[in-house]
């Protein structure tokens, strides 16, 4: 929530003043701050300040505050019992096979990752990853459950692994039970990484829509079923 707030602060100045937006001249650098402050001081004056749904705010917090409290089974149960031991035999599957995934709306969305910050960078994302490193797996001994490999938002040639608890044909947030991702902030369960958003977004509300999907070929996530011995 909070990450949103700066992004969307920052992008609002450079909207508005595009010299703020541009790679600046050394000769600038002390002068930086100074151009910040006129240019938030224009838009205090001149324009409406950062606004929130007070409802959907309260929402959020009462989610953020609910999910703290929740125990990560999950992340017990990928320890403890092994999810990702090589052992546990996971199979590619076709994207389209998962029919109880829950279906998600934009709204829902923003709830799972409280805000809008997840949600806005998830679908381009899924475009640049879907089509050489976006694999989907099930596992026949855990219904509800799916794996994921995904490639890192930072380094090339660097995967995730990401597991995913949900309740077959529930729909909405409420769906979602429980999620861990691999990745260094991808262990909580207040919000998610980006990795884990791509993944709601995805299957939860981007293959069923025609745009912006439709010029994306699911080469990799409608490979035939393969088995995956390793985590």
Not at 58 to 82: A, F, H, N, P, Y
Not at 127 to 150: A, C, D, I, M
Not at 188 to 199: E, K, M, P, Y
Request: hydrophobic residues 35%; glycine residues 6%; positive net charge.
């Amino acid at each position: 929530m909070v990450r949103w707030s700066v992004e969307q602060f920052f992008g609002r100045v450079k909207n508005k003043f595009r010299f703020l937006k541009t790679e600046m001249p050394n000769i600038y650098t002390e002068k930086i701050s100074r151009f910040l402050r006129f240019a938030t001081a224009i838009l205090n004056y001149q324009d409406h300040g950062i606004r929130y749904d007070p409802v959907k705010m309260d929402e959020l917090v009462t989610r953020t505050l609910e999910r703290m409290k929740v125990e990560d089974s999950l992340l017990s149960r990928i320890e403890i019992s092994g999810l990702s031991n090589p052992n546990n035999t996971w199979t590619v599957i076709n994207h389209t096979v998962i029919t109880d995934f829950p279906k998600l709306t934009m709204q829902d969305l923003e709830i799972l990752t409280l805000g809008k910050y997840q949600t806005s960078l998830a679908p381009e994302y899924t475009k640049s990853h879907l089509n050489e490193t976006y694999e989907v797996y099930s596992n026949p001994q855990f219904q509800g459950l799916l794996k994921v490999r995904l490639g890192s938002r930072f380094r090339a040639a660097v995967y995730h692994y990401l597991y995913i608890e949900y309740w077959p044909n529930r729909n909405g947030a409420e769906g979602l039970s429980s999620w861990h991702c691999q990745c260094q902030v991808g262990a909580r369960l207040v919000g998610c990484c980006g990795h884990i958003a791509s993944v709601f977004w995805f299957l939860g509300l981007g293959r069923y829509s025609p745009l912006p999907m439709s010029r994306i070929s699911y080469e990799n996530v409608k490979n035939a079923p393969r088995k995956l011995n390793s985590s």
